[in-house]
């Protein structure tokens, strides 16, 4: 029987590295197809609806819309660029047919552009290369589309695949062009109509068997007040109707459920349907328990799909109930162990790059995931949603592969000016990481690829960004496991720790500030075990820091002078978790993040380190 195929259709993904302008193009594509009224009050980035998503300007969620062109429906699904969302990123080329790949007129091709382009070939899915922000005065736009010829042959691509259209793009003035524009220029057309036509006849229209029994796949999970679990499913044959007698397969088996409700995607909302056919994207309610990889088949003949799968975990850290003496008192209302772990369960339904498993303490669990970013934005989000939580330090996801121990290593891309060569090398030499390449863009600008240890990550960005004065520029992403490295010195120096409670004072701080570095201002609550600040040697100290000036009735001939205090530094959640010790965790509640040791009475920490050194040696 020969295949059918729906020409008014096309299912296509964009992916690029983080802030090459995918989200900005795809608002262009929605404007242009008229998704908004002229007059309408639409945000920047409408595609990034999260709180988060819109303060840290990434994608961390994949989303798709569906833009209506000249009779023809284009559902994108627009995908993370950051490796960490690696789990999105997977889902989203599962439900499509091809990929556009966006690539930065200046910067190039990059870790995570390798990533997302290597499970788009691995899936043999068609791609279209976008070169976007042409009108960068930095621009360099042959050079970057040889560079991604290079990573197409690096990455082993069929010669069909090497054989891409190329469009010249500016996503923030809404622009594209088949003919190459001047460094700097903007396309000569004078919308993204090239683009339109080049996604018509490059991604092929869903193809079908029309005497094939129903089979959807639950690629992705929503929530919703009224309706309760959504799925979003991609239609691979038959049709789905809006109340009918479906069977949903799943791992315990195969049951009998009944479709409540039937959405499609009209730009960015979903509107009831009565029905939908094969190479839909379509979002389903009314089974509860419903997980991604899951399909919806014929009751009188279900096939499953199959089960998606995405990489393991790399990054592992412990995330407990607050025991600081703190706890509870910061607007925090959630703070028992059973909350916390019925919203990580919560995660893990429509998160499916995490991992949670059960730890010695009935109140901490271990929460494994792709990377750094992906673990903070999990526990960032329970923080605004009113949870307390003690986070422990970030670790590796070690493996035994041949009866020997196997940690993850990661890619590492960074771009410097070549004033910072030196310091970037010996900061690499003390991580363990190895030199692959070096390219000198002849404008000042170095580029330098290594392999290091996952773990020689940790806590990397904060002194990159100090050695290179904030210009640098670093991203990466995984690349295999290599047999364990050995001790890694990362952090060279030690934590200043307060020795008692109460209000940390001017006075002190002013005494203590030669020490090192503090972390909090005058009058902030302290505790015994709380770290304020970074000592500049190599040990910790414990610190009084709630000291008050003496009050005596004689002047001080040096009285007249006043001594100037340096503002403290304080820390992000991230920069928190980057900078902490094995022996040291985070406090996290709604209105502050602290940093304090694991075992808070310092007799108590002396006992442990003594132990700790007899059993060593």
């Not at 094939?212 to 799925?231: K, M």
């Not at 002013?510 to 020490?515: D, G, I, V």
Request: proline share 6%.
């Amino acid at each position: 029987m020969p295949f059918s195929t729906r020409d008014d259709l096309r299912n296509v993904a964009i992916v690029a590295h983080v802030d090459h302008g995918k989200t900005t193009l795809v608002d262009a594509m929605l404007w242009q197809s008229g998704a908004f009224r002229e007059n309408q009050d639409v945000n920047d980035r409408v595609m990034d609806s999260n709180d988060l998503e819109r303060e840290k300007g990434i994608t961390i969620l994949a989303k798709n819309t569906a833009v209506a062109h000249n009779g023809m429906t284009i559902n994108i699904i627009d995908t993370p660029g950051h490796a960490d969302f690696g789990g999105e990123v997977e889902r989203g080329l599962s439900m499509v047919d091809g990929v556009v790949l966006l690539v930065d007129a200046s910067e190039g091709p990059l870790p995570q552009t390798r990533f997302v382009l290597r499970k788009a070939l691995e899936a043999k899915l068609p791609v279209i290369l976008v070169v976007n922000k042409t009108d960068r005065p930095d621009a360099r736009i042959d050079e970057v589309v040889d560079e991604t010829y290079e990573l197409f042959m690096d990455l082993d691509a069929a010669e069909d695949q090497i054989d891409f259209p190329i469009v010249y793009a500016s996503g923030r003035a809404g622009r594209a062009s088949l003919a190459k524009p001047g460094n700097g220029e903007l396309p000569d057309a004078e919308d993204l109509e090239p683009l339109f036509q080049v996604i018509k006849d490059t991604i092929p229209a869903p193809s079908y068997d029309p005497t094939a029994p129903l089979q959807a796949h639950v690629t992705n999970l929503d929530a919703s007040n009224f309706l309760g679990r959504i799925a979003l499913c991609r239609i691979h044959a038959g049709e789905l109707k809006k109340g009918q007698q479906v069977a949903w397969m799943h791992e315990g088996g195969v049951s009998r459920v009944k479709i409540t409700e039937l959405l499609m995607t009209e730009a960015l909302e979903r509107k009831p349907a009565e029905q939908a056919g094969p190479g839909d994207i379509v979002a389903i309610a009314g089974i509860p328990d419903i997980m991604i990889g899951d399909t919806l088949a014929d009751p009188d003949d279900p096939r499953a799909l199959p089960s998606i799968t995405v990489d393991e975990p790399a990054i592992s850290m412990t995330i407990g109930t607050n025991t600081s003496p703190m706890a509870g008192r910061e607007k925090g209302s959630k703070v028992t162990a059973r909350m916390v772990k019925d919203r990580l369960e919560r995660e893990l339904v429509g998160n499916v790059s995490i991992k949670v498993l059960p730890t010695e303490r009935p109140d901490a669990w271990e929460v494994q995931g792709r990377g750094e970013l992906a673990l903070a934005i999990l526990v960032e989000n329970m923080r605004r949603e009113s949870y307390e939580l003690t986070v422990g330090k970030p670790q590796v996801v070690t493996r035994e592969i041949d009866g020997k121990r196997h940690e993850p290593v990661e890619r590492l891309t960074v771009d410097i000016p070549e004033e910072y060569l030196g310091a970037v090398t010996q900061l690499m030499a003390v991580r363990k990481g190895r030199m692959e390449q070096m390219t000198n863009h002849g404008t000042g600008w170095i580029r330098m690829e290594f392999l290091v240890p996952a773990r020689g990550l940790i806590g990397f960005r904060t002194e990159f960004m100090t050695e290179t004065r904030g210009t640098g520029m670093a991203h990466h992403v995984f690349e295999d496991y290599e047999p364990w490295f050995g001790e890694l010195r990362t952090r060279p120096s030690g934590s200043l720790v307060s020795d008692r409670s109460g209000a940390a004072t001017a006075y002190a701080i002013t005494n203590l500030q030669e020490r090192g570095t503090f972390f909090i201002p005058p009058t902030t609550e302290v505790y015994e075990g709380m770290i304020v600040g970074e000592n500049s040697r190599a040990d910790d100290m414990d610190v009084n820091i709630t000291k008050e000036k003496q009050k005596t009735n004689m002047r001080a001939s040096t009285s007249e002078t006043t001594e100037t205090l340096t503002p403290p530094k304080i820390l992000t959640l991230e920069e928190s978790l980057e900078f902490i010790r094995d022996d040291e965790c985070v406090e996290v509640t709604p209105a502050a993040v602290r940093i304090r040791k694991i075992v808070l009475d310092a007799k108590e920490r002396e006992r442990t380190r003594a132990r700790a050194k007899r059993s060593s040696s």
